[in-house]
Each structure stands twice: as structure tokens, then as C-alpha cells.
T-cell receptor
Framework: KAGVTQTPRYLIKTRGQQVTLSCSPI?????VSWYQQTPGQGLQFLFE???????NKGNFPGRFSGRQFSNSRSEMNVSTLELGDSALYLC???????????????FGPGTRLTVL | LAKTTQPISMDSYEGQEVNITCSHN???????ITWYQQFPSQGPRFIIQ???TKVTNEVASLFIPADRKSSTLSLPRVSLSDTAVYYC??????????FGTGTRLLVSP
């Protein structure tokens, strides 16, 4: 079974631009979560989508948004990029939302975003 | 949201058993305890999850005392490839996992 895929793997943008990242979950997984990882803040939860609905949201500004399509693929958008948005953006999929059976998250390799 | 505390770093040698303890004093009744492993420039990888007592799989064991205020991840006979950051997470389904600073495990020959 193919794992979680994220595209692109690397991205360089300038301040003020916007960016869209894509995540394809493992086949059959309906939950997709997004995380931001930086050396200073560690891994921080952005949001989770399940069956095309945002189920949980972390403490990030409205510049960070996402969506999920009917095939469970998800996109994350960051508008008006700031230098501090430079990070590794990770996507994770799981069978179910919540924790317990079926909730194991499988992470993708991430998208490394650099904002200049 | 339950806060977790774990050692910042640990050192071990190949072939030894490593036990990483995580403290979560304000764990809630519905919270599960989950451990992930992360290598540099890769996404975290699920290791094990439990609710109470002991859980064992092919790579690790998770020990949870009756009061559930702490948990211990046990890695038997570590190898160099077990050098990584290990995260302990506690939570329910209504917020996604909150990763702490993790424990950097260094395994030496």
C-alpha cells in the first residue's frame, strides 16, 4: 500500500506570496492532519480534515487554511507569506478521526518551505 | 490539554534496553498515550499506543501504571538505527496530537 505523499517536496517563496501544498493520504484513510515543524517551536498541529470537513484546528492565524476533497486528498494554503513561515510542513493520514483503534497517524515526508 | 514532560536527551549503547519515561500528571479519563519516533528530515513514525497497563508490539513495550500519570516506553536491545527523537503524546480525539519537545536518544556502538 502506498504511503502518504506530499508535493512539492521543496519550495522557495518570497515574503507576501502565497503557497499551496498538497497531500495524498493512504488509500482508505479519511482523516488528514497538517503540522508545522520548526527548530524553535517543534511540531505544531495546524488542522485536521475528515470527510471534507475541518474537525480540529490549532492555534494558527487565518493565513493558514486548508481543504479536503471527496477523494480525501488535502491541500493547505498559506497566504501573505512571512519569513517565520519557513518550516517543514507535514501531512498525516489516519483511518479515523480521534484516538484509539484506527487512529494511528501515518506521516508523509513533508514539504520544506523556505520564505525569503 | 494534558501536558507531557520527558527527558530532553538520553544516551545508550547498542544491545541495551532503553526506557524513556513520560510524565502526564493531568491526563484525562478519555486520553490515550501515544509514542512516535522521528528521524531528521522525516515525518514522525507511530511506535505504540495504549490506555492502561501494558501494551507490546514487535518494536516496543509501553508500561502504564494504574494512576496513568506517567508512562514508560521500553525499547529492547537498541541499535544505532534507533537514534532518533521520541515523542510522548497524550490526548483524546477532540484535538489532534500535541507534540512536546521529545527525547533525543543517541545510541553509540
Amino acid at each position: 500500500k502506498a504511503g502518504v505523499t506530499q508535493t512539492p517536496r521543496y519550495l522557495i517563496k518570497t515574503r507576501g506570496q502565497q503557497v499551496t501544498l498538497s497531500c495524498s493520504p493512504i488509500s482508505g484513510h479519511r482523516s488528514v492532519s497538517w503540522y508545522q515543524q520548526t527548530p524553535g517551536q517543534g511540531l505544531q498541529f495546524l488542522f485536521e480534515y475528515f470527510s471534507e470537513t475541518q474537525r480540529n484546528k490549532g492555534n494558527f492565524p487565518g493565513r493558514f487554511s486548508g481543504r479536503q476533497f471527496s477523494n480525501s486528498r488535502s491541500e493547505m494554503n498559506v497566504s501573505t507569506l512571512e519569513l517565520g513561515d519557513s518550516a517543514l510542513y507535514l501531512c498525516a493520514s489516519s483511518l479515523t478521526t480521534g484516538l484509539g483503534g484506527g487512529s494511528e497517524q501515518f506521516f508523509g515526508p513533508g514539504t520544506r518551505l523556505t520564505v525569503l | 490539554l494534558a501536558k507531557t514532560t520527558q527527558p530532553i536527551s538520553m544516551d545508550s549503547y547498542e544491545g541495551q534496553e532503553v526506557n524513556i519515561t513520560c510524565s502526564h500528571n493531568n491526563i484525562a479519563t478519555n486520553d490515550y498515550i501515544t509514542w512516535y519516533q522521528q528521524f531528521p528530515s522525516q515525518g514522525p513514525r507511530f511506535i505504540i499506543q495504549g490506555y492502561k497497563t501494558k501494551v507490546t508490539n514487535e518494536v516496543a513495550s509501553l508500561f502504564i501504571p494504574a494512576d496513568r500519570k506517567s508512562s514508560t516506553l521500553s525499547l529492547p536491545r537498541v541499535s544505532l538505527s534507533d537514534t532518533a527523537v521520541y515523542y510522548c503524546l497524550v490526548g483524546t480525539g477532540f484535538q489532534k496530537l500535541v507534540f512536546g519537545t521529545g527525547t533525543r536518544l543517541l545510541v553509540s556502538p
